[in-house]
């Protein structure tokens, strides 16, 4: 089953505790992206890779770094994550290549993050 | 600056019935794509429909349509014969420029009635 994978799924952390949220695609996508979710600000860039060593910031980067050594693997760190680090977080990827399904982004189930 | 505004924060239908979506955004690229998503009470992000800018038909997907008007820059999604599973937050969504960040809005609530 085509899908992206993120774990864990929930994550009570506290501040200063570095973390790692993975993130995980199967359909050979070039394109990944990681979005915070908070109410009333909608959901925001955090940062994106465009292809396997590329990677790029969004609009929100700050206390967040990423890496993108394998195509199918998009992680998402917290070297020292602080309480306005408190969100949901997605990963998404998407085909960069021409065909019927480009630019669609496809988002893993989320991780509820909660640092005390 | 891109922006995406969804005026309906919250909207609610008895199921079988029609319900429209508003969204309106801005852009100053020719090509680009909209996009409406749905969230149910899950969380997980789930795409409804796709609409490319370039295509003056408007989009469907069995239940769900667009009404795409590019002059105005309005985008909006119908749902025919509303069923309780549709209800969720469906979010309007903005995709323009190399970088291929998604634009949101806010969201609106939509509550499907029995």
């Known amino acids: 089953e085509a899908q992206v994978t993120q774990n864990p799924r929930y994550l009570i952390t506290v501040t200063g505790k570095k973390l790692t949220v993975t993130c995980s695609q199967n359909?050979?996508?070039?394109?990944m992206s990681w979005y915070r979710q908070d109410p009333g600000l909608g959901l925001r860039q955090i940062y994106y890779s465009m292809n396997v060593e590329v990677t790029d910031k969004g609009d929100v980067p700050e206390g967040y770094k990423v890496s993108r050594k394998e195509k199918r693997n998009f992680p998402l760190i917290l070297e020292s994550p602080s309480p306005n680090q408190t969100s949901l977080y997605f990963c998404?990827?998407?085909?960069?290549?021409?065909?019927?399904?480009?630019?669609?982004?496809?988002f893993g189930a989320g991780t509820r993050l909660s640092v005390l | 600056a891109q922006t995406v505004t969804q005026s309906q924060p919250e909207m609610s239908v008895q199921e079988a019935e029609t319900v429209t979506l508003s969204c309106t955004y801005d852009?100053?690229?020719?090509?680009?794509?909209l996009f409406w998503y749905k969230q149910p009470p899950s969380r997980q992000m789930i795409l409804v429909i796709r609409q490319e800018a370039y295509k003056q038909q408007n989009a469907t997907e069995n239940r769900f349509s667009v009404n795409f008007q590019k002059a105005a820059k309005s985008f909006s999604l119908k749902i025919s014969d509303s069923q309780l599973g549709d209800t969720a937050m469906y979010f309007c969504?903005?995709?323009?420029?190399?970088?291929?960040?998604?634009?949101w809005g806010l969201g609106t609530s939509l509550g499907v009635n029995p």
């Open positions: 969504a903005l995709n323009a420029g190399n970088n291929r960040k998604l634009i």
């Open positions: 998404a990827s998407s085909p960069t290549t021409s065909g019927v399904y480009k630019n669609i982004q496809y």
């Open positions: 359909m050979n996508h070039e394109y």
């Open positions: 852009t100053s690229e020719n090509n680009y794509y």
